[in-house]
């Protein structure tokens, strides 16, 4: 019965991802116009990364469900896969580029909205999209690590790969810069290129930090829960 529940909020979650990026494309911003639309804010590609990982989620759910009882080998296989890509994305993309986002949108945004969120943009995102692209990633993020175990790659592989995505953003942002002569975001506007490469510097150490920190607390709540378990069965015993 404990899996119905989780099913049903991974459900929720994904059409509430659906239901702010349909709102968010439908959105008539001149930054929508220009080279790599929204394409080039990590916001954005933040939105996608966790509307496809909580489609995976729920398309494990689903097969999970539809090869109850069977004994066929090829869909044991493919429910593997499906549960290894679930862990991988998890582990990879969802959790430390969401984590990333929230946290540094709003402390950038508590210490001069300016450098990230011009306030011009309020005329074209209500309050609640904006909560919705930069605040509700993190809880549903947790929720789901709480509600189901992951299984974390090696951590020099995992490394490696968060490194790969930083270091590609970071190239796609300088090639928007190269071809409008417009960085993304204000605050790189207003730093030296030292300091940018400083600044991107840190932020990668920061995502892979936000890597090691999931890694930590999936193994945290995990252990937790089965210290509970084997504390309860000790009872019934």
Request: glycine fraction near 4%; charge should be neutral; include cysteine.
């Amino acid at each position: 019965m404990a899996l119905i529940p989780s099913q049903v909020l991974r459900v929720a979650i994904l059409l509430s991802y659906f239901s702010i990026l349909c709102n968010y494309k439908a959105i008539d911003m001149p930054a929508h116009q220009t080279y790599g639309g929204s394409w080039k804010f990590l916001t954005f590609i933040d939105l996608v990364i966790q509307a496809v990982f909580f489609g995976v989620c729920v398309l494990t759910d689903l097969s999970s469900l539809l090869t109850k009882g069977s004994e066929s080998q090829e869909q044991e296989r493919q429910l593997r896969k499906l549960i290894g890509l679930r862990d991988w994305m998890m582990a990879v993309l969802a959790f430390p580029v969401g984590v990333f986002v929230v946290t540094m949108f709003w402390a950038l945004y508590l210490y001069d909205r300016d450098l990230v969120y011009p306030r011009l943009l309020d005329n074209f995102i209500p309050q609640w999209l904006n909560h919705g692209m930069h605040t509700t990633v993190l809880p549903f993020i947790i929720i789901e690590m709480r509600t189901t175990h992951h299984q974390y790659p090696s951590r020099p592989c995992g490394l490696i790969a968060v490194c790969s995505f930083a270091v590609g953003y970071v190239l796609w942002m300088c090639w928007v810069h190269h071809v409008t002569g417009v960085w993304v975001y204000p605050l790189l506007e207003q730093i030296s290129p030292l300091a940018k490469v400083a600044f991107f510097s840190c932020l990668t150490v920061l995502i892979n930090i936000y890597y090691v920190l999931g890694e930590i607390l999936n193994s945290y709540i995990w252990d937790c829960s089965k210290c509970v378990l084997d504390t309860d069965k000790a009872k019934a015993d």
